[in-house]
């Protein structure tokens, strides 16, 4: 069994920023593929960034040079930096998880979710 543990969220101005952290209870965190996903009010949820078992990331193109993610295998733990926040960044985060090597931005990959952070960015 797996479970995720979001934080971090909150309210920030544009151009502010965020990290939001995500708790992995889990034995062998090294072997997931893991990921930040989001979804905004009417829409469905989607990519933000994956990182791979060997610290490759990925990145949605909405959010490439603006948001970092990263990973502490020791820790358990991975995160998302959000720079230069928009307003359109405002959503639920949800942190994923998925014990393969391909490492997509791809909502059905994921097997375990966490139940999410909001971030809410105003103008």
């Known amino acids: 069994q797996v479970q995720l543990v979001e934080s971090g969220g909150g309210s920030v101005q544009a151009g502010g920023s965020l990290r939001l952290s995500c708790a992995a209870s889990?034995?062998?965190?090294?072997?997931?593929?893991m990921g930040w996903f989001r979804r905004a009010p009417g829409k469905q949820r989607e990519g933000v960034a994956t990182?791979?078992?060997?610290?490759?990331?990925t990145y949605a193109d909405s959010v490439e040079g603006r948001f970092t993610i990263s990973r502490d295998n020791a820790k358990k733990s991975l995160y998302l930096q959000m720079n230069s926040l928009k307003p359109e960044d405002t959503a639920m985060y949800f942190c994923?998880?998925?014990?393969?090597?391909?490492?997509?931005?791809?909502?059905?990959?994921?097997?375990?979710w966490g139940q999410g952070t909001q971030v809410t960015v105003s103008s």
């Open positions: 994923a998880a998925r014990r393969w090597s391909v490492c997509r931005l791809a909502v059905a990959d994921f097997e375990y």
């Open positions: 889990v034995y062998t965190y090294s072997d997931y593929c």
């Open positions: 990182i791979a078992r060997d610290g490759t990331p």
